[in-house]
């Protein structure tokens, strides 16, 4: 048993809560955009996907749905963790 999260943007993670006053666009240029594009470094996206996967472990959700980024490796990465961690995904 435990929680299943049906929206997560994994690459929003590192950022969450940060700048909630600026409208929608602005705070996509600031920091979703670069963020996504920053997971092309494969060690970064495993780091960022592994804290992720654990803090919602630790907070009892099992399984998640996840948006990542629209580069196939990162999402790759994504699904590893997910794996070895033992997430359903």
Request: with cysteine.
């Amino acid at each position: 048993p435990g929680f299943i999260d049906c929206h997560v943007h994994a690459p929003q993670y590192s950022f969450t809560g940060t700048a909630t006053d600026k409208p929608l666009m602005k705070w996509l240029e600031a920091y979703t955009f670069p963020a996504e594009s920053s997971l092309k470094d494969l060690k970064l996206a495993e780091t960022v996907y592994d804290k992720l996967v654990n803090c919602l472990i630790r907070n009892g959700t099992t399984t998640a749905l996840y948006f990542a980024t629209k580069d196939i490796e990162p999402c790759k990465v994504l699904s590893n963790v997910c794996a070895k961690i033992g997430q359903r995904e």
